[in-house]
Every structure is written in structure tokens, then in C-alpha cells.
């Protein structure tokens, strides 16, 4: 049975050192190929799932250009014309001009509320000790897991008794202080992560509060904002239980009980086509913020974590 010995090492000459350039030349290093498995099975997976999202989508666009009897002959077919009065349609005669413009005043109005309200709150929570603070942090961290369905019968009742039944104003109020909690939660981590000596700079040159946090810490603060606004710019839009309790006047509902109400009437007329239009509809705002704002919510949601 043979071995294989290793090269005995050349003697050095006296008083002449030896490098690793006299040495023999070892193996080759073998290549790594650790990990390659899990990435190909967490890119297939990756794949897999981006396939699952966006046909959906596309699905929808293409059918929303077809006329009815396309839609159950050929579902999955390209249309052979496309039909922009399914659109007009959906715009005019179904209200969805009247419903999106009522969603926009509504989550307009309280994505501004919540915004301006939680940063203030969770600025003065992150940068100030006083006595009490833990505790109204905690409160608002309850509020994040408290159910609303568990509200919406008193919730009816406390709007009902303020007046603001069946307004857009009353449904702001409630979108704010529905969407306060997770805000505040948010932003607070955010906010601890800023520097203060850029604060302290400022309060040394005679700023006062309300400047330092208006002018300096606020737009350092953009990252975040973008972020929260995101997500509950999201959630506010497509927003159902809330406006169907506290909103049952016809001439003032929002895109979510319209498409709702579309569904029905065009589903008794046939009208499929027109029904997908309005759901493209619904579905296009939603898109265009992610694709604008994708860059800044990665970097509010990692900025902590890079501090």
C-alpha cells in the first residue's frame, strides 16, 4: 500500500532566509461552493412567489381591456381590442369618480393628521424624560393590539353623539387615531436613532423647541416619515370596516364600499368588464406608491438598524 508523502522541505542555505517563494508549490485551493444550494432554493423561492404576485395583477389589467363574452371564452388570452369604455364606463356610470374622490379626501387628509400628530408625539416620547413617559409609550403599544372590531359598536355611538356620522371630517378623526398607534411606535425607534448633538447645536444658538424639531429634526426624520406614511397610507386606503360602520351615506362613500357596491350592480347587469376597470382603478394608486417610494421605505425601515 503506497502513501503519498509530503515534499520535504529545502534545506536553507547559511545565513540566507527562506521564503514562501522557495517553498514548493502546495494543491490548488479548492473552490467553495457553500451556500450555493441555499441560494438557488431561496431565489427559486423568490421566483416563485414574484410569479404569484404579479400575475394576479396583470391578469386583472388585461381583463379589464376585454368585453364580457372575451372574459369566459378567453380568460387567459391576450385581448384582441383594446376597450377603453370599460373604463369610462366604470368612471361615470358606476360613481367611481365620486368614490375616489372621497377616498383621496379622506386618507389625504388623515395620512397628513397622523403624520403630523405622531411625529410630535413620538419626538417628545424619544428625546424627553419626564415622569410618565414608559407609561404613555406603553399605551399606545396597547393600542396597536387592541381589535377594532371590539370598537366599532362604541366607536358608533361616540361619533354619533359628536355629530360626525356620515361626514368625511369624522372619518378622518377616526383614520388618525386608528393609525396613531402604530405610528408613534414607529417613529419613536426612529427617532432615537438621530443624533442629538445636531439638536443641541441648535437649542446653543436660541432655537426653541417647536424650531428644532419643525426645521432640523423633522427633515432628518424624512427616511421614517416616508416609511410610516407607506404603510398607512396602505391601510387607510384600503380601509372597509370602518367607513361601512361610520360612513352609510351613498354620496359619501370611499373606493372600498364603492368597488363593494359596484361588485353587486355589475354582477346582477353582467358588466364584468366594467367591474375590472373599477378594480384597476382602485389598485393603481396603491402601485404607484410603491414603485415611487420603494427606495425610501427600505431606507426608513434600515436606518435604525445602520445607526
Same mark, same amino acid.
Given at each position: 500500500?503506497?502513501?503519498?508523502?509530503?515534499?520535504?522541505?529545502?534545506?536553507?542555505?547559511?545565513?540566507?532566509?527562506? $521564503?514562501?517563494?522557495?517553498?514548493? =508549490?502546495? =494543491?490548488?485551493?479548492?473552490?467553495?461552493?457553500?451556500?450555493?444550494?441555499?441560494?438557488?432554493?431561496?431565489?427559486?423561492?423568490?421566483?416563485?412567489?414574484?410569479?404569484?404576485?404579479?400575475?394576479?395583477?396583470?391578469?386583472?389589467?388585461?381583463?379589464?381591456?376585454?368585453?364580457?363574452?372575451?372574459?369566459?371564452?378567453?380568460?387567459?388570452?391576450?385581448?384582441?381590442?383594446?376597450?377603453?369604455?370599460?373604463?369610462?364606463?366604470?368612471? $361615470?356610470?358606476?360613481?367611481?369618480?365620486?368614490?375616489?374622490?372621497? $377616498?383621496?379626501?379622506?386618507?389625504?387628509?388623515?395620512?397628513?393628521?397622523?403624520?403630523?400628530?405622531?411625529?410630535?408625539?413620538?419626538?417628545?416620547?424619544?428625546?424627553?424624560?419626564? =415622569?410618565?413617559?414608559?407609561?404613555?409609550? *406603553?399605551?399606545?403599544?396597547?393600542?396597536?393590539?387592541?381589535?377594532?372590531?371590539?370598537?366599532?359598536?362604541?366607536?358608533?355611538?361616540?361619533?354619533?353623539?359628536?355629530?360626525?356620522?356620515?361626514?368625511?371630517?369624522?372619518?378622518?378623526?377616526?383614520?388618525?387615531? *386608528?393609525?396613531?398607534?402604530?405610528?408613534?411606535?414607529?417613529?419613536?425607534?426612529?427617532?432615537? $436613532?438621530?443624533?442629538?448633538?445636531?439638536?443641541?447645536?441648535?437649542?446653543?444658538?436660541?432655537?426653541?423647541?417647536?424650531?428644532?424639531?419643525?426645521?432640523?429634526?423633522?427633515?432628518?426624520?424624512?427616511?421614517?416619515?416616508?416609511?410610516?406614511?407607506?404603510?398607512?397610507?396602505?391601510?387607510?386606503?384600503?380601509?372597509?370596516?370602518?367607513?361601512?360602520?361610520?360612513?352609510?351615506?351613498?354620496?359619501?362613500?370611499?373606493?372600498?364600499?364603492?368597488?363593494?357596491?359596484?361588485?353587486?350592480?355589475?354582477?346582477?347587469?353582467?358588466?364584468?368588464?366594467?367591474?375590472?376597470?373599477?378594480?384597476?382603478?382602485?389598485?393603481?394608486?396603491?402601485?404607484?406608491? *410603491?414603485?415611487?417610494?420603494?427606495?425610501?421605505?427600505?431606507?426608513?425601515?434600515?436606518?435604525?438598524?445602520?445607526?
Amino acid at each position: 500500500m503506497k502513501t503519498t508523502e509530503s515534499p520535504a522541505p529545502v534545506p536553507a542555505e547559511s545565513g540566507v532566509p527562506v $521564503t514562501k517563494a522557495d517553498l514548493p =508549490p502546495g =494543491p490548488p485551493p479548492k473552490e467553495k461552493k457553500e451556500g450555493t444550494v441555499l441560494n438557488a432554493f431561496s431565489h427559486g423561492i423568490l421566483v416563485i412567489w414574484a410569479f404569484m404576485v404579479v400575475m394576479p395583477l396583470l391578469w386583472a389589467v388585461m381583463t379589464s381591456f376585454k368585453d364580457d363574452r372575451s372574459i369566459f371564452s378567453s380568460p387567459w388570452s391576450l385581448p384582441d381590442t383594446l376597450h377603453f369604455d370599460n373604463w369610462s364606463r366604470a368612471w $361615470t356610470e358606476a360613481n367611481m369618480s365620486d368614490y375616489f374622490l372621497n $377616498t383621496v379626501l379622506v386618507v389625504g387628509g388623515s395620512l397628513i393628521g397622523t403624520l403630523v400628530l405622531g411625529s410630535m408625539a413620538a419626538y417628545v416620547l424619544a428625546r424627553f424624560d419626564f =415622569p410618565g413617559n414608559r407609561f404613555i409609550y *406603553y399605551l399606545f403599544i396597547g393600542g396597536m393590539s387592541f381589535p377594532i372590531m371590539l370598537a366599532l359598536v362604541p366607536l358608533f355611538y361616540v361619533v354619533n353623539n359628536m355629530g360626525l356620522l356620515n361626514t368625511i371630517h369624522g372619518l378622518i378623526l377616526v383614520y388618525i387615531a *386608528y393609525s396613531l398607534p402604530f405610528t408613534v411606535f414607529f417613529l419613536t425607534a426612529f427617532f432615537r $436613532t438621530l443624533p442629538t448633538s445636531i439638536a443641541e447645536a441648535a437649542f446653543v444658538d436660541g432655537a426653541s423647541h417647536s424650531r428644532t424639531f419643525f426645521q432640523i429634526m423633522l427633515p432628518m426624520a424624512k427616511p421614517g416619515l416616508v416609511s410610516v406614511g407607506i404603510f398607512n397610507f396602505l391601510g387607510q386606503w384600503n380601509q372597509y370596516m370602518l367607513p361601512t360602520v361610520l360612513n352609510t351615506d351613498p354620496d359619501k362613500r370611499v373606493l372600498t364600499q364603492g368597488l363593494v357596491q359596484l361588485a353587486v350592480s355589475q354582477g346582477y347587469k353582467g358588466d364584468w368588464s366594467g367591474l375590472f376597470a373599477g378594480l384597476v382603478m382602485a389598485m393603481l394608486p396603491v402601485l404607484a406608491a *410603491y414603485i415611487i417610494f420603494q427606495r425610501q421605505v427600505v431606507q426608513g425601515l434600515t436606518a435604525g438598524a445602520l445607526k
